[in-house]
């Protein structure tokens, strides 16, 4: 899922990306892309940033959009009403596995974030999210945990005492590809999810036996 689609260039991406992964994989991906379609409304307050954004910002050409999709579903509606209506209106949907999330703004972030609320069946125990606006260095550090994405993430995790968004601690040191989006992805916790405790890891025995080797014979610690 994408949340703020804009001119569509990310969702056409993500349709090449998907198509590549079933093809090594044996797994299908369902697409959906929530927009207003009429660029950013105007900041409700200053946690919206609006020292950075303007009212009407990333506009979208619906016609030229569509032309170009193959598979995406877009939502299209303020968030705040079609994040709360989204099972009602797609029953049929996949579970949610991973969401893009890119509305700028901290009250259509938060107003977005509804949706992991999903029932245990329409959602993953662990969902990765991607988060386009908690990195200012660009800026000059005109963000802070109290606006923007950074505070809807904030406020999402003091409010659910079950459902938690975390970064992947470690995950710009483990990765063969440096990136700055390293820092920008979590995975959102549903601890009383039905399948959270299950095993995944494809060892099914991890051991470490005692080797012969001594501490003495030149092998690094």
């Not at 804009?6 to 927009?35: M, R, W």
């Amino acid at each position: 899922m994408e949340f703020g689609v804009a001119g569509g260039n990310g969702l056409v991406e993500l349709e090449k990306l998907a198509q590549e992964v079933e093809k090594e994989f044996p797994v299908e991906f369902e697409i959906y892309g929530f927009d207003s379609g009429m660029g950013l409304p105007a900041p409700q307050d200053y946690r919206d940033l609006p020292y950075i954004w303007k009212e009407g910002f990333f506009h979208m050409d619906l016609p030229a959009l569509k032309a170009r999709l193959a598979r995406s579903t877009l939502v299209m509606g303020d968030v705040a009403e079609t994040v709360p209506r989204f099972f009602e209106d797609y029953p049929d949907a996949a579970p949610i596995g991973a969401i893009f999330s890119d509305l700028d703004y901290y009250s259509s972030t938060r107003d977005s974030l509804g949706l992991l609320k999903a029932p245990d069946q329409k959602i993953l125990p662990r969902v990765y999210l991607y988060f386009d606006d908690i990195m200012s260095a660009e800026l000059g550090g005109l963000m802070c945990d109290e606006v923007g994405q950074l505070k809807a993430i904030s406020e999402y995790n003091s409010s659910n005492e079950f459902k938690k968004l975390a970064p992947i601690h470690g995950m710009q040191y483990t990765r063969k590809r440096p990136a700055r989006w390293n820092e920008q992805i979590y995975i959102h916790h549903s601890f009383s999810h039905n399948q959270y405790a299950m095993y995944v890891h494809s060892d099914s025995n991890r051991q470490l036996p005692l080797t012969n080797r001594g501490l003495n014979d030149g092998s690094a610690i």
